[in-house]
């Protein structure tokens, strides 16, 4: 290669790191003060209203925002729709049959479509329902920064690729977090997100019945807890059955570390962490400290908010649908379009 090629490759990659660097930068607290000043109370509103409609639909939402911002960053790509051109994120591994709750999101949508139309991104939807799910629970309040584009397109590739399964172990799961900058704390403390909220049957019967491929439950679980989850979820159970996460579902406190203290953690990637002498501490800390816990939580969430793909985007209309493209531009698929917009 010349030395010129070089070179200018190296421009390249350096013009690309700078619009990711832009891009996260950009976002701050009160984006949308001008623009749609009642933003985060509408947000708010719906939430509460979820809440009690369904008290678990707060935890499914706040969900989102890991699945979103883990799959090329945060900006509300989980929530399109598949078309006959792009097989969409809701059916990877991860999601189908477990994603909940999008409803929700589109109910904020038509609430924010109503009073400052085509202002308020659906990525940014994610991130203040996130934070209001956990404060409307009991959780810390935190400001967040605004100011996300949503995505031309989706992936469920890149989601089966990426995001971890309920099997994983503690090494793995360092490992992925690490790819994101977030340290170890902020695993142990994300995880504790599992302090509210539910999971299938289907994400714990290798765990009760055949850990390993032994034939044998993880040993890790505490043995009337295990009874509890035998009774659950027998072995000829309909998989979508589901148990809480922790003692105390519906409130987002550090019961869930105290849970997996004494082995009664529900997921075997929730039980992991106190297994693994790389996490235990944080586990035994956090179960004693509700404060650290807390700080770490929040710092955690506006550190996976951050996340930013630098791609092109806009402000969706329906978080279901990328908007409405010139008639010239119909024939082409949205990745075509991503091209072109660079
Ligand atoms: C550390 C890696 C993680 C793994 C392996 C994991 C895996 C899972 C699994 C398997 C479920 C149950 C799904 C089902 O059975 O249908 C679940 C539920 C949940 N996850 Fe995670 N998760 C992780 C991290 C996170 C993070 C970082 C958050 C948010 C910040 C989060 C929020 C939730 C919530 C709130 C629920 C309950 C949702 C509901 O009740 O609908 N998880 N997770």
């Not at 013009?15 to 832009?22: D, G, N, P, Q």
């Amino acid at each position: 290669m010349s030395m010129n090629m070089n070179m200018a490759l190296f421009l390249m990659f350096l013009v690309l790191h700078i619009a990711w660097l832009v891009a996260s930068s950009d976002l701050r607290a009160g984006f949308y003060s001008k623009t749609c000043p009642k933003a985060e109370v509408i947000v708010r509103d719906v939430m509460k209203k979820a809440l009690m409609r369904e008290a678990r639909s707060v935890a499914s939402v706040m969900r989102f925002q890991f699945h979103d911002c883990f799959v090329n960053g945060c900006d509300g790509s989980m929530l399109l729709d598949d078309t006959a051109t792009m097989l969409g994120e809701k059916m990877a591994l991860s999601n189908i049959n477990s994603l909940r709750s999008y409803k929700v999101v589109d109910q904020v949508k038509q609430a924010l479509e109503k009073d400052c139309p085509g202002v308020v991104s659906c990525a940014d939807i994610i991130i203040m329902a996130s934070r209001d799910a956990v404060a409307l629970t009991g959780g810390p309040e935190w400001e967040v920064r605004l100011g996300r584009l949503d995505s031309l397109s989706a992936s469920q590739e890149d989601s089966n690729n990426i995001m971890p399964s309920p099997r994983a172990n503690a090494s793995s799961l360092i490992d992925l977090f690490q790819k994101y900058n977030l340290s170890v704390k902020d695993l142990v403390a994300l995880s504790g997100s599992h302090s509210i909220g539910q999971g299938r049957c289907f994400s714990i019967m290798f765990r009760l019945y055949n850990q390993s491929g032994t034939g044998r439950p993880d040993p890790a679980i505490d043995p009337s807890y295990r009874q509890e989850l035998n009774r659950i979820c027998p072995l000829d159970v309909d998989q979508n059955v589901t148990g809480n996460l922790d003692s105390t579902p519906l409130v987002f406190d550090n019961q869930y570390f105290k849970d997996l203290v004494a082995g009664r953690g529900f997921l075997n990637s929730d039980q992991t962490l106190f297994t693994s002498p790389h996490t235990r501490e944080f586990v035994r800390l956090f179960s004693r400290r509700q404060t650290e816990f807390f700080k770490a939580f929040v710092e955690g969430m506006l550190k996976m908010g951050d996340l930013q793909s630098g791609r092109p985007g806009e402000v969706r209309t329906n978080c279901r649908f990328v908007n409405a493209r010139p008639a010239n531009l119909l024939l082409q698929s949205p990745r075509d379009m991503e091209s072109n917009d660079k």
